[in-house]
Structures are given as structure tokens and as C-alpha cells.
């Protein structure tokens, strides 16, 4: 991944970070769309199915009571 943008947000105003988090969300799309442009169908299709499998893997470590811990919720039997 090249450089990534690093925005602080410590005392800023509402608004503020509205605007930093509006800058952010329009760097990665516009680093999303050149990477999307710049790799081969070959290479996307590699690369999504390391994330889904990967995804699926991460799902299946966690019992229904350690996903639950891990989003702050009470575990219920």
C-alpha cells in the first residue's frame, strides 16, 4: 500500500472532523480507483478471494459468545 493519509482529529470541533472524515473517505476512493485501474482481472480475482476466505476463516474462530464480547454485547444462554 503506498503512503496513507494520517489525519489527526484531537480537539477538533464537530464540523471539523466531519470535513477530516469526508477528506479521508475521498483519499481512499481516489486510491481505490487508481489501484482498481492498475492490476489485472488475474490479480483482483487472487486478491478478493484472500479477503472472503479470510473473512470465512475469522468467522468461524469466534464462538457466539466471544463475537458477542468483542461488539460489547451481553452474551445470553
Known amino acids: 500500500m503506498s503512503k496513507t493519509k494520517q489525519l489527526k482529529t484531537t480537539n477538533l470541533s464537530l464540523s471539523n472532523m466531519d470535513e477530516s472524515n469526508q477528506q479521508q473517505r475521498e483519499w481512499f476512493i481516489d486510491y481505490w480507483v487508481r489501484h482498481m485501474k492498475t492490476i489485472s482481472d488475474t490479480e483482483w480475482s487472487r486478491q478478493?478471494?484472500?479477503?472472503i476466505n479470510s473473512v470465512l476463516k475469522s468467522?468461524?474462530?469466534l464462538s457466539r459468545r466471544e463475537y458477542l464480547e468483542l461488539k460489547?454485547?451481553?452474551?445470553?444462554?
Do not use: D, P, R, Y
Open 48 to 51: 478478493q478471494n484472500v479477503l
Open 59 to 61: 468467522a468461524t474462530q
Open 72 to 77: 460489547g454485547e451481553k452474551f445470553v444462554h
